[in-house]
């Protein structure tokens, strides 16, 4: 099936400290997603990139989506204690409903 | 808000049961998931469903089933509960996606089944 690689698995950072996550797949995609789940909460979703080399923000979250749209990141400036949780890419290709999400990368801020 | 609601938020069931895990959705979807989440292994797609009585399998449908019989409403099954089928599952539910429109899935809570 789809493989969906997302780097690093585990990521501690001092308060303040930037934050990058990684997705990569091995099939050109449709678009990708990114989520965010609080501990013990649920998934919720944060954007979706759709073209190649598109680049968005949240404040102060980065998120872009490769030229050859195999390939994604999320990148936090300045990292909070409230940024803490575990972030999944989703993606899905051309044609299908169904999105397939990344392991996640969990991330703890140290105040 | 959109609101995703499972019926359990804790499930204890003994191996062998059938099990139903029911997700309600309040913002006529189209589409409707339940995914289960595991340590390490992120979130796998069971089963989804694009439109009433219709259903496809996931990734891992072994030993699961679902149903389908109103727009609102999807309902994972478990036919007889193993051990291994403890897991906290997610149900989500979403419009049909559009490039030129940025939302995606909303989930529910979860119900973490522990089957014993």
């Known amino acids: 099936g789809q493989q969906v ?15 990058t996550t990684y997705c990569n797949s091995s099939t050109t995609l449709s678009n990708i997603q ?15 990139l759709v073209k190649s080399g598109e680049v968005k923000k949240q404040k102060r979250l980065t998120f872009q ?27 899905t290709t051309s044609g299908t409903y169904k999105y397939i999400f990344g392991t996640g990368t969990r991330l703890k801020v140290l105040a | 808000d959109v609101k995703v609601t499972q019926s359990s938020r804790y499930l204890v069931k003994r191996t062998g049961e059938k099990v ?19 340590p390490g292994l992120g979130l ?4 989804f469903s694009y439109d009433v009585k219709m259903k496809e399998k996931g990734d891992i449908p072994e030993g699961y089933s679902v149903s389908r019989e109103k727009k609102e409403r999807f309902s994972l099954i478990l036919e007889s509960a193993s051990t291994n089928q403890t897991s906290m599952y997610l149900c989500a539910s979403s419009f049909v996606i559009q490039a030129s429109f940025n939302y995606g899935y909303t989930f529910g809570s979860g119900t973490r089944l522990t089957v014993v």
């Open chain 2, 44 to 47: 796998r797609l069971i089963y």
């Open chain 1, 5 to 19: 690689m997302q780097i690093p698995q585990y990521q501690h950072v001092q308060e303040g400290e930037d934050f």
């Open chain 1, 65 to 91: 989506f490769g030229e050859a749209k195999k390939n994604s990141s999320l990148h936090i400036t300045a990292t909070q204690t409230t940024d803490v949780g575990t972030y999944f890419c989703a993606q």
């Open chain 1, 34 to 48: 990114w989520y965010k789940q609080r501990p013990g909460g649920h998934p919720v979703f944060l954007i979706q």
């Open chain 2, 20 to 38: 139903f895990l029911e997700c309600v959705q309040d913002m006529d979807h189209e589409n409707m998931f339940w995914y289960r989440q595991d």
